[in-house]
C-alpha cells in the first residue's frame, strides 16, 4: 500500500474534516495551515500546498512570497487536541520554481545534515534522545510597555505561596527551592498532568518513556525514545505542542523558557547522540569510558565549535541566565563519565549499543532541526579532522580550585557573544551545503533584532541599582 492509500485510508477510517499542514520556523515554532478534507486529492497529499512565505519572519520578501508546503505522509497523526476530527502532517517547506527544499527551512536542514553523513561515508545514521525540561504555572502575566517593564508567575507549587490563604485552604504541601528531585504526592502535585502528557504523546505515535519531577518547583520533564535525527527533532515538536496543549487542558500554562523562575534551576535539554553505520554503533570501543577514538574525535568537534553552536543551541538571551555557576548548569567545555557538572558527559552503559555522548548545555527554546544538525555537524567536524579533546575531567567542574578553572573554556555568556562565536565559526556548518550561508546570516539577522530589543529595555533591576545614583 502506498503512502498516500494509507493516509487515504485513515481518512477515511478517522472519519477525517481537516487536514492540518505543519511545518517549523527559523525561530522553532510549529506553525500549521488547515484544508478541509473536501479541498484534499492525491495532488494535494503527493504535491502540497502553497502559502506565503513572506509572513514568516526571517524568510521571504513580499514579492517572491509564494512557497510549496509538501506533506512528508509518513508523519500523519490524528491531532488529540482538535474538537473536528484532524489529520496533522509535518511538510518540509519547497521552493516552487525549482522544487527544491528551502533553504531556510529547519526541517530541509535537517534532512541535508542526514544525507551529509551518509555521503561522507563516516556513517549512515545518527541517534538522538533530548531531555526537554519545562515549568508548568497557574498563572502568568507580562508587560513591555514604554514606560513600564514587568513579569509575574504564580505557581501553586511555589515555594513563595507557603504563606498564601486559598479559599480552600493551604495544603503546605510543596517542593523547595531546588527540592523537586523527585518526591511523591502530594509534594508533587503534577503527577497526573505529566502522566496525561505522556499517554497524549503515545496515542501521537512518539515513543515513551517515563516522566518525572525536576529539580525546581514547577519544574518537569518527559521521557522519550532515541530517534534518527529527522523524527527526533519532529518527535521534540509533538513533545511541546503535547505538553502545552495539555497544560491548557488542565487550566494550567507551560513554558519551555530556560529561565523563567530567579534563584532556581534553569530548564535544559540534555541530548544524548550516537552515530553508527550499517546497523553498528560506532562510539563503542576501549577507549576511556569504552568510547572508540571515533566518538572522542566526536567529542572534540563539539567541544571545538561549543560557543559557535551555542547561538543555535541556546538561542534566546534568557538562555544564558540558565547558563551560570551554581544552579547545575553545564558551563564548562569538558567531558567526562557520569559527571553531570562536564559540558559532555558519557552516561554508564553495558552494551556497546547504548554507548553515546550526553551534550548538556542546550535547552528547549532551541529549534530542535538546527539544533540537532548543528551538534551533529560539528561532530562530524571533528570525526573528519581527527580533533582531539583533550583530557577528561572527572572532578567536580563546579569545584575546581581557581587556578585549574581558569584553563578550561567555557560557553558563551550572553546571546550576542555566541552570534559573534558564529559569525566568525560555521564552515563546520556549511559543509556539504547543510546550512546554507544565506541560512546561517538570515538566522543571525532574526537573533541580533531579539538581541536589541533586549539590550535596549531597561530592566526593573536597574532601577533597583541607578534610580539614585
Not at 525540561?133 to 505561596?161: H, I, K, L, Q, W
Not at 548543528?374 to 570525526?383: Q, S
Request: aromatic share 10%; net charge negative.
Amino acid at each position: 500500500m502506498s503512502n498516500v492509500d494509507k493516509v487515504k485510508k485513515m481518512i477515511e477510517e478517522r472519519d477525517v474534516k481537516y487536514i492540518s499542514f505543519r511545518f517549523t520556523d527559523t525561530r522553532g515554532k510549529l506553525q500549521q495551515t488547515s484544508q478541509h478534507i473536501g479541498t484534499v486529492d492525491d495532488d494535494i497529499l503527493l504535491k502540497g500546498i502553497f502559502i506565503d512565505g513572506s509572513s514568516i519572519n526571517g524568510w521571504k520578501v513580499i514579492n517572491e512570497s509564494d512557497m510549496v508546503l509538501r506533506p512528508d505522509l509518513d508523519t500523519a497523526i490524528m491531532d488529540p487536541f482538535a474538537a473536528q476530527p484532524t489529520l496533522a502532517l509535518f511538510c518540509d517547506v519547497i521552493e516552487p520554481t525549482t522544487g527544491k527544499s528551502y533553504e531556510r527551512c529547519p526541517r530541509g536542514v535537517a534532512r541535508r545534515a542526514e544525507a551529509y553523513l551518509k555521503e561522507s561515508g563516516i556513517g549512515d545514521a545518527s541517534y538522538f534522545g533530548p531531555e526537554a525540561e519545562f515549568f508548568v504555572f497557574d498563572d502568568v502575566r507580562f508587560g513591555t510597555e514604554m514606560n513600564r517593564v514587568f513579569y509575574a508567575v504564580d505557581s501553586e507549587e511555589g515555594p513563595y505561596n507557603t504563606h498564601r490563604e486559598y479559599p480552600e485552604g493551604n495544603l503546605g504541601h510543596r517542593p523547595a527551592i531546588k527540592g523537586g528531585y523527585f518526591p511523591v504526592a502530594p509534594v508533587d502535585g503534577a503527577n497526573d498532568l505529566r502522566a496525561e502528557m505522556v499517554s497524549t504523546l503515545a496515542d501521537m505515535g512518539v515513543a515513551v518513556e517515563k516522566h518525572h519531577h525536576e529539580v525546581a518547583p514547577s519544574q518537569h520533564e518527559l521521557g522519550m525514545r532515541f530517534a534518527t535525527l529527522l523524527q527526533c527533532s519532529d518527535n521534540m515538536q509533538l513533545y511541546k505542542y503535547a505538553v502545552h496543549n495539555v497544560a491548557a487542558a488542565y487550566g494550567k500554562t507551560a513554558t519551555f523558557m530556560p529561565k523563567p523562575i530567579y534563584g532556581d534551576n534553569g530548564s535544559g535539554m540534555h541530548c544524548h547522540q550516537s552515530v553508527w553505520k550499517d546497523g553498528k554503533p560506532l562510539f563503542a570501543g576501549s577507549g576511556y569510558s569504552g568510547l572508540s577514538e571515533t566518538a572522542l574525535h566526536y567529542i572534540g568537534g563539539i567541544l571545538k565549535h561549543a560557543r559557535a553552536i551555542n547561538a543555535i543551541t541556546n538561542g534566546t538571551t534568557n538562555s544564558y541566565k540558565r547558563l551560570v555557576p551554581g544552579f547545575e548548569a553545564p558551563v564548562l567545555l569538558a567531558y567526562s563519565s557520569r559527571n553531570r557538572s562536564a559540558s559532555c558527559r558519557i552516561p554508564f552503559s553495558e552494551s556497546a549499543k547504548g554507548k553515546r555522548v550526553e551534550v548538556r548545555f542546550p535547552d528547549a527554546a532551541s529549534n530542535p532541526y538546527l539544533a540537532y544538525a548543528a551538534m551533529l555537524m560539528a561532530g562530524l567536524d571533528g570525526i573528519r579532522n581527527r580533533i582531539d579533546p583533550g583530557k577528561p575531567i572527572d572532578k567536580n567542574l563546579y569545584e575546581l580550585p581557581p587556578e585549574e578553572l581558569a584553563t578550561v573554556p567555557h560557553v558563551c555568556g550572553s546571546l550576542r557573544e555566541a552570534l559573534d562565536a558564529l559569525k566568525n565559526d560555521h564552515a563546520f556548518l556549511t559543509a556539504g551545503g547543510v546550512f546554507s550561508e544565506d541560512m546561517i546570516q538570515s538566522y543571525i539577522g532574526l537573533k541580533m533584532e531579539e538581541l536589541l530589543a533586549y539590550e535596549t529595555m531597561p530592566h526593573p533591576v536597574e532601577y533597583k541599582m541607578y534610580y539614585s545614583v
